[in-house]
């Protein structure tokens, strides 16, 4: 069965660069989610969208920006980036039947690290 | 959403049953219990959702007493393979992509040949 697919899975940057993280979400799901999940740390929700729409928004820092695109993939895109930002960043997806489920399918994630 | 508080680490033997109870005293009447699984550097794995009662899938019970305001994940015969970090999340359901998860502190369950 397709799972969703992010890239790059692992990234390496220096402070102040820029970033940009891409998820794919599994057919037919209409909502993407972000999550950051620091060494150590519990995952913590970024921002979610919903057909291509920004539905929901998180602890996400004002240096980053996402969105969903017209075939359903999502981007994250990082700015200035800090060395706090060194982290797994996981991308899921839901079906339509969100209203019943809090069931989401989670992408390997990608590991960004700061230099 | 309703916080939750889990044991922050458990250990058992391969075979055994293990159960992890959650509290969520302040659980709204709207409110669904989630449990969620994770692996190192892995992406969380849905596990169970429930209500109320007793729910049972291949993998997992979940069992919630009438009160609501706690419940018990329970994992038959565990294996080595059941080595894991588990969550305990408590919300409502929305329509249109706010089903977001917020995690807190999950339970680091070490099964021991």
């Known amino acids: 069965a397709a799972g969703v697919i992010q890239s790059p899975r692992h990234l390496i940057k220096e402070k102040r660069e820029t970033a940009t993280l891409k998820c794919y979400p599994i057919p037919r799901h209409d909502t993407v989610y972000w999550y950051q999940q620091g060494p150590g740390q519990d995952p913590q929700f970024l921002i979610s969208f919903y057909e291509k729409m920004q539905s929901d928004k998180g602890s996400i820092p004002d240096r980053f920006s996402a969105q969903q695109f017209s075939d359903y993939h999502s981007e994250l895109n990082m700015s200035s980036l800090e060395l706090g930002d060194s982290a797994l960043y996981f991308c899921?997806?839901?079906?339509?039947?969100?209203?019943?489920?809090?069931?989401?399918?989670f992408g390997p994630g990608t590991r960004l690290t700061v230099t | 959403l309703a916080k939750t508080t889990q044991p922050i680490s458990m250990d058992s033997y391969e075979g055994q049953e293990v159960n992890i109870t959650c509290s969520h005293n302040n659980i709204a009447t709207n409110d669904y219990i989630t449990w969620y699984q994770q692996f190192p550097s892995q992406g969380p794995r849905f596990i169970i959702q429930?209500?109320?009662t007793k729910v049972t899938n291949e993998v997992a019970s979940l069992f919630i007493p009438a009160d609501r305001k706690s419940s018990t994940l329970s994992l038959p015969r565990v294996s080595l393979s059941d080595t894991a970090v588990y969550y305990c999340?408590?919300?409502?359901?929305?329509?249109?992509?706010?089903?977001?998860?917020?995690f807190g502190a999950g339970t680091r369950l070490a099964v021991h040949p």
């Open positions: 899921a997806s839901s079906p339509p039947r969100t209203s019943d489920s809090y069931e989401q399918y």
């Open positions: 999340l408590v919300g409502g359901l929305f329509s249109g992509g706010y089903n977001k998860l917020i």
């Open positions: 429930g209500y109320k």
